[in-house]
């Protein structure tokens, strides 16, 4: 009985986190004449696929999805690798003014955004990338990397010492033993930061809206937006179709991933 | 490329700070090749009727100058500032950028950004526009900071006749205390009055500026002196609080969008928009069509002649376009016939004719909507042909350069917001906005 | 020697993207500018002189401080809640997680349209099923007044962002040796002491991390304020990165909005060493 109460409850807490995702879903098949009555209709009335056809072939949004892709995978091998790298550094070798840098990674992650922007957008003029998906993966870099290597560098900390010192005695070299003995250890970190950073690329908005206007570089979320959100027009129908198909990678990722995501986490417990 | 981004950062003082590496590095990493014939279009304005047009006039300007490439890039109405910045600031500049409001070219001239329009003016012909539709880009006298690519006519009165004869209104409302009535007698059954923005945006100030104007006052003087503290700035706030209560409860944070789609899902009784109105409603909700018309916005009476807000969508070319000659080819050929008439129709009396050439011709009146709507469509052309804006408020006024800025400071909107939603004194309300106009005005 | 190697590429890049930006944003910080030309004069500290005697400035890092606040604090305790919850063995747990942890994936674009599209005045289905179920009587105006406005992004804030919460949360539940339970079940602990002595202890480092990394982020919060109220009405939703943006962009005054930029990254350094040290001291005890 108490078990049954308490099923009931965790589910009906579920379901009202989410509705909004559900109500995209129901808003997304309803034929656009049907939104806008008053009062409004909750379950719909005819479903349609309409929107979900005329986004696939008659709009950029592939072309933007592909752009997405792209973009999200580059900025995540760049920065993970790259953080792997550095959070090995940190955590292993002694050299002056580690420990300083470990706080100072922290702090460049203070800065917003905003500000970067403007010097950002010169760099890549400069280095003749503007305009690119090459420059937005640059720019991503900024709030990524101090976010990744401080994750990374947790997870890292969690690694008993050991198992590199019976490495080396082995007579493996240091990068070997950073290949074949801390790198698998780390996996799940690994993995559970890289779903971090796909998201946060996935997900970013004004360096894409100001970095980026051509519709070969555009990615979906600036893209959506001022292809259907504009000051004559609303399309809520196209655009709850889009929010779902916008959410269909994310949730094939996250379900092959979940139990990293979670393990990841737990393996060296989010230490500071 | 590399001799603009230069010149453009070592332009005085903090271009060297920015520049300061990019300037020492530039020389040898300067080989980025860019191909020398390839030419930027930018537009805001990218609906996808608007697009197909675009791309006709990309095709037949390619056809026509065999080896030049012409790419289009969507820029958008919150991101255009960020976005002509970084490029001006960049010197990576579009070819040719249009659709954007009128004061945004006014600020971008002021600065010594653009390149003079008088070229591309003669080259689609001087006598062929509408009897003074240059007149606003000339800011420095004797040179056309751009020109505008449509007229439009933003505050129209939308009114549903059905409506107005169900709740036995004979004729469209010329007055406010008409509208008002109006829009309180058709109240009711989940419909309400009107759609009038009460949010911190643009639209709310844009708006507010058409209000004023309907109580025959005016923002600033004609020799920009601010001009808020009188009778018809109080009149006109007075008047738009009265229409709190019948506007949906949502309007303090509507839009252009949520405005133009209260009316058109029939929602509101009476709109306040462009002609972009027809082309909505025959898509979303076509069983209103037959009864939609519109009148020119009311005032506060028949003493005060309408007040017409034309934000005269613009074509203009930054200074350091590359391939300026040809740039300047393909700003005129924008206004061709075949292909301005196609832009034109993708969204009928959203956009107006600025030639007066083409209003005459049987290709542009052959389209449904505008037979449909005719005279409709004709009220508005006509209407916007004498519109003014907040960056030429009359024409008697100087231009104000500053335009831009006062409606992105939210200044107009926040009096709105103060006196209607905060219930704060008038006489506070007044004095604050007056005082932040001239802190603005000084720059 | 390889140690600082390893690191170097990290390091290049911060410089790059970060020191590079940030030495420039303070250096602008001293200039009047006009975004579009970079052109300016020397002006010294006259921006900062002129953003602390103004109240714009100090509406807007009290409206940051009220939205950070409130909004982390709901993402933790809804998120620990939900994380004990989802610990539990309930039916299809796997997918109740991923149910939960969804708001956190999709982007904030996306969260923004659909609440707004619930939030909506006429057609909005929250409105319409308060009324129904006589909660309200007229349709809400959820974004456009106070203090509507604020609680309606602190809750879409929250909702967004406390999934992040429960997975950290969740993955350190996982291990809590279960003999710490047994134990206090022994001593004859009920269900609530069980969780003050045993769960919430366990959860504190965990805690401590996700709390700064959170407050960082809710601090610098753009996207979803911006595309949800704007900051209106009037600046009563204006947190500090959206007046950065309408000075830089709107008004085209970089000089002024770097000014506002470094103020409020002096505001979070305060906090975060102050924060820093304080766990520093928890950790030594």
Redesign the interface.
Known sequence: MKRIA??LM??T???V??F??I??VI?SVKP??E??????T?WPEEITFEHYRRLLW??PFLLFMRNSLILSFSTTVLVVG??T??A???V????PGRER?A??????????????????????????V??SLLSLV??Y??FA???A??LLR?FMQGIPDDLESAALVDGAT??EAFFDVILPQALPGIISTSLFTF?LS??E??YA???V???SARP???G????L??????E?SL??AA?VM??VP??II??VL?KY??????AG???? | MTETTRSGLSRRSLGTALGAGAVALAAPGGARAQTPTTLRWWSPQTAPAQREAYNFQIRTFEEANPGVRVVFEATSDEGYPAQMAAAFASGQVPSVVTHLPHFAVATYWQNGLLEPFNDVINMIGTSNFYEGANRIYEITPGQFAGTGIGNSAANMMWLRRDLMQRANIAEAPRTWDQLRDACRRMQGGGVFGAPLPYARNSMTSLIFICFVHGAGGSIFTPDLQVNVDNDAFRNALEFYKSMRELCPPGATNYSWGESLTAFVAGATATGIYTGRVLANVAAQNPRIADSVTCARYPTISTNVAPWTFNDFPSVMIPKVAPNMALAKRFAAHLFRADGYIRQLHAAPGHVLPVLKTISAMPQYQENALIQKYRAEVDLMSESAAAGHNLGWESTRHRPNTAAGRIIASHVLAEAVQRYVINNEPMAAVVSTTAQRLEALMRG | MLGVMLIAPCVLIFCAVIVYPLVSAVYLSLFNIFTPTLKGNFVGFQNYADLFAGEEFWRSLFNTLVWTVCTLFLQVVLGVAAALMLHQAIVFRALARSLILFPYFVSTVVAVLVWRWLFNDLYGILNHLMMWSGLLQMPLDWLGSMPNAMVSIVLVGAWKYFPFVVIAILARLQTIPDQLYEAATIDGAGAWARFTDVTLPQLKDVLMVVVLLRAIWDFKEFDLIYLMTGGGPLISTQTLPLMVYKEAFGLDAMGRATAVAVAMMAVMLVFMVLYLRRMGKEEAR
């Open positions: 308490f099923n965790a589910w807490i579920v379901l986190t989410a909004p995702l109500w995209m808003t656009q004449f939104l806008f009555r008053i009062p409004p909750f008659e709009t790259v953080a790298l550095g090995h550094s940190l292993r070798f002694r050299y840098l706080q100072l990674v922290l702090f460049t992650y203070l800065l917003p955004s905003v500000v970067l922007i403007l010097p950002l957008y010169l760099m890549m003029v400069w280095l003749g503007a305009n640059i720019a870099t900024s990397l101090p976010y290597l401080w947790s240091r990068m998201i996935w997900n908005y004004l809206l100001v970095l206007n051509t519709d979906l979320t600036t959506v937006m001022s292809m959100v504009s000051s004559f027009n609303i809520w655009l709850m929010s916008m959410s994310l949730i996250f379900a979940q995501l979670t393990r990841g986490f737990g417990g989010v230490k500071g």
